[in-house]
């Protein structure tokens, strides 16, 4: 239970750092109050986790020996990518992660153009831009949830969830996204220019090959 605990939140909050996710939450709070978007963006994160988590369960339904092996595997490769893809980073590359948070942000930051999605409709859509506050919630949560579809996060939380207790890594998964998101939304803009997106992702490739090693000795 400790363990996956401390593995889903170890994991959410290194690979969350410097994350597009993450950039989008700090220009967000610049521009709007902070306790909006941090709401927002934490229900979108948590629904995520929750349907992460879900998926994790739907692997459990396999043959046990079938599943450790490919929990193995799916750790090893995480981590083997993130460890190439921060050798493979420069300065330019990490600029260009704020600078593709910065253009979702600056085409969907309207409340009036919450009218125009269409999972919201007409009727909603105009209730959504009468109302300045709920309209900025309700893009906040949309770019946030359509921007961690397929992320490392979720992957690593799909994993996590078919290795080890789900309620365990629900909870530290959600506490890692709570973390990151309460520091992009209060001091984001001090620490965007400090993060080493290069670093962080380097230190998410090896916290992923340590947990695909803790399931190997760990046994099925």
């Known amino acids: ?6 593995a889903s939140l170890l994991l959410i909050t290194i690979s969350e750092l410097g994350d597009k996710t993450f ?39 396999f043959p046990k020996l079938y599943v450790h092996y ?7 490769i995480v ?20 600078q ?19 999972i919201f409709g007409r009727f909603l859509g105009n209730i959504l831009a009468r ?10 949560f949309v770019m946030t949830f359509i921007g961690e579809w397929g992320d490392r996060t979720q992957v690593s939380t799909i994993a996590l969830a078919a290795a080890y207790n789900p309620f365990f890594v629900t909870f530290g998964a959600i506490l890692g996204h709570a973390i990151c998101t309460a520091i992009a939304v209060i001091g984001g803009g001090l620490i965007a220019g400090r993060i080493s997106e290069r670093v962080i992702t380097g230190v998410g490739g090896i916290l992923f090959l340590i947990f695909g090693a803790i399931t190997y000795l760990q046994g099925v």
Request: glycine share 2%.
């Open 1 to 6: 239970m400790l363990t996956a605990f401390t």
């Open 23 to 61: 950039f989008i939450a700090v220009i967000l709070a610049m521009r709007h109050p902070r306790r909006t978007v941090f709401s927002a963006v934490l229900a979108a994160l948590a629904l995520m986790t929750v349907l992460s988590v879900l998926l994790g369960q739907v692997l459990t339904l």
């Open 70 to 76: 490919a929990e193995i595997a799916l750790f090893v």
């Open 79 to 98: 981590g083997v990518k993130l460890l190439y893809d921060a050798t493979q980073m420069t300065a330019q590359a990490e600029q260009e992660v704020i």
């Open 100 to 118: 593709e948070a910065e253009e979702v942000v600056d085409i969907q930051d309207s409340p009036k153009s919450v009218a125009t999605i269409p």
């Open 131 to 140: 109302y300045t506050w709920l309209g900025v919630w309700a893009q906040a």
